[in-house]
């Protein structure tokens, strides 16, 4: 059980990681592959891109929400790896209080 619980905490902090290897090494593959693979992937980003832009109740929002939804999250979290390069009083900052 700790083994699963583990392994599923570190895979997903290096998913965004092994996204961004995925989209560098399509450009590798032989001619038509390359064309494939990088092709689906600008169309997932360009969905998740153009998620703002479309209508509320529609039917491509139910499919553009989730991949908008996946995109952030894997952006937040290689945001994330700042705090192990930048200086904590650099992430925080002191809250101004207005005095009515």
């Known amino acids: 059980m700790r083994f699963h619980f583990i392994s599923a905490k570190f895979a997903r902090?290096?998913?965004?990681?092994f996204l961004i290897l995925i989209a560098i090494s399509s450009a590798g593959l032989p001619?038509?592959?390359r064309l494939l693979a990088l092709a689906g992937?600008?169309?997932?980003?360009?969905?998740a891109?153009?998620?703002?832009w479309v209508p509320q109740g529609s039917l491509?929002?139910?499919l553009s929400s989730p991949i908008r939804t996946f995109?952030?999250?894997?952006?937040?979290?290689?945001?994330?790896?700042?705090i192990f390069?930048?200086?904590a009083r650099d992430l925080w900052k002191e809250t101004k209080v207005r005095v009515t």
């Open 31 to 33: 001619a038509p592959f």
């Open 60 to 62: 491509l929002k139910s």
């Open 71 to 82: 995109v952030v999250l894997m952006a937040a979290s290689i945001m994330a790896c700042r």
């Open 13 to 17: 902090l290096l998913l965004p990681f």
């Open 41 to 47: 992937q600008a169309l997932f980003y360009s969905v």
């Open 85 to 87: 390069y930048v200086p």
């Open 49 to 52: 891109l153009l998620d703002c």
